[in-house]
């Protein structure tokens, strides 16, 4: 059974950096398509950036093209999002996902392809 674990989020000032990491305690990480998710106070989540089992397709959100960097670590189990020259508007909690269903190879960008989900992080990005 996938279990997703979040960490590394944090209070930080404008301009700093920052990097989540996620882990499937159920090591079944491996095998499935991953991105990271966030929903900041009084919104909606949305996408932030995906990534396919080889790495081979990565996507990023047009707001952190850029300045965000993902990755992963099949051998140990662990997506990365390196966050880099954070902004205010960067502050969310900020989910890692995975699928079990969508193509190896995919790396999709809409929330209702990916079935297991984080508890979440908290990301603040004080000006």
């Known amino acids: 059974q996938v279990q997703l674990v979040e960490s590394g989020g944090g209070l930080v000032q404008a301009g700093a950096s920052l990097r989540l990491s996620c882990t499937d305690s159920?090591?079944?990480?491996?095998?499935?398509?991953m991105a990271w998710f966030r929903q900041a106070p009084g919104k909606e989540r949305e996408f932030v950036a995906s990534i396919s089992y080889w790495s081979e397709n990565i996507y990023y959100a047009e707001s952190v093209q850029g300045r965000f960097t993902i990755s992963r670590d099949n051998a140990e189990l662990t997506l990365y999002l390196q966050m880099n020259s954070l902004k205010p508007e960067d502050t969310a909690v900020y989910y890692c996902?995975?699928?079990?269903?969508?193509?190896?190879?995919?790396?999709?960008?809409?929330?209702?392809?990916?079935?297991?989900w984080g508890q979440g992080t908290q990301v603040t990005v004080s000006s």
């Open positions: 159920g090591r079944m990480f491996s095998t499935y398509p």
């Open positions: 996902a995975s699928s079990s269903t969508v193509s190896l190879t995919a790396a999709p960008r809409d929330g209702s392809h990916y079935e297991h």
